[in-house]
T-cell receptor
Framework: AQSVTQLGSHVSVSEGALVLLRCNYS??????LFWYVQYPNQGLQLLLK??????LVKGINGFEAEFKKSETSFHLTKPSAHMSDAAEYFC???????????????FGGGTRVLVKP | KAGVTQTPRYLIKTRGQQVTLSCSPI?????VSWYQQTPGQGLQFLFE???????NKGNFPGRFSGRQFSNSRSEMNVSTLELGDSALYLC??????????????FGQGTRLTVV
């Protein structure tokens, strides 16, 4: 079974500082990986996805993530935090077997980001 | 183009009752997945429907059920509600193309409170 671990349920960063959110996955084969953001009382918005093309993936709002197979990691970064980045972020994994996967996502526990002025 | 629409946004029900939640996917999307989000358990996959058939199922009791109509709209039903069913229920739609993984778009959710 696949699983996702997000290290740190809360992260506090200063405006303009680096944002680093950690995600490690467990899977017998390289899966598809996603980062989603959730603002209060909202659904989830896709930031970026890894589907076995480039290992460095660029997403929306200046975020990017690097897939590292040797470390089974898919950490999310943004060079300079903005106040608008305050939200909860979820890493998710989907099986790399299309007909079995459908659209079944397994989510990590989430990391809530607080941005200090 | 219109996004994923979930109705109602908020719902209060009494223990033992049943509830039906609705999800209208993005036009042209054939896959609809449902997730439960709670502070204690996080985001958990309930089930996925594709072309009116359940294609994947999570580990939830049989009180949780769903269906999909020919226009891809989906409903989920929870019978004999328990206090622990209080949660944000999210619906996600995608093309559901079996040849590749496609992006899932989420609705704003239905906040269910069981009292």
């Amino acid at each position: 079974a696949q699983s996702v671990t997000q290290l740190g349920s809360h992260v506090s960063v200063s405006e303009g500082a680096l944002v680093l959110l950690r995600c490690n996955y467990s899977s017998s084969v390289p899966p598809y990986l996603f980062w989603y953001v959730q603002y209060p009382n909202q659904g989830l918005q896709l930031l970026l996805k890894y589907t076995s093309a480039a290992t460095l993936v660029k997403g929306i709002n200046g975020f990017e993530a690097e897939f590292k197979k040797s470390e089974t990691s898919f950490h999310l970064t943004k060079p300079s935090a903005h106040m608008s980045d305050a939200a909860e972020y979820f890493c998710a994994v989907s099986p790399n077997m299309i007909k079995a996967a459908g659209n079944k996502l397994t989510f990590g526990g989430g990391t809530r980001v607080l941005v200090k002025p | 183009k219109a996004g994923v629409t979930q109705t109602p946004r908020y719902l209060i029900k009494t223990r033992g009752q049943q509830v039906t939640l609705s999800c209208s996917p993005i036009s042209g999307h054939r896959s609809v997945s449902w997730y439960q989000q709670t502070p204690g358990q996080g985001l958990q996959f309930l089930f996925e429907y594709f072309s009116e058939t359940q294609r994947n199922k999570g580990n939830f009791p049989g009180r949780f059920s769903g269906r999909q109509f020919s226009n891809s709209r989906s409903e989920m039903n929870v019978s004999t509600l328990e206090l622990g069913d209080s949660a944000l229920y999210l619906c996600a739609s995608s093309l559901g193309d079996e040849a590749r993984i496609t992006e899932a778009f989420f609705g704003q959710g239905t906040r269910l409170t069981v009292v």
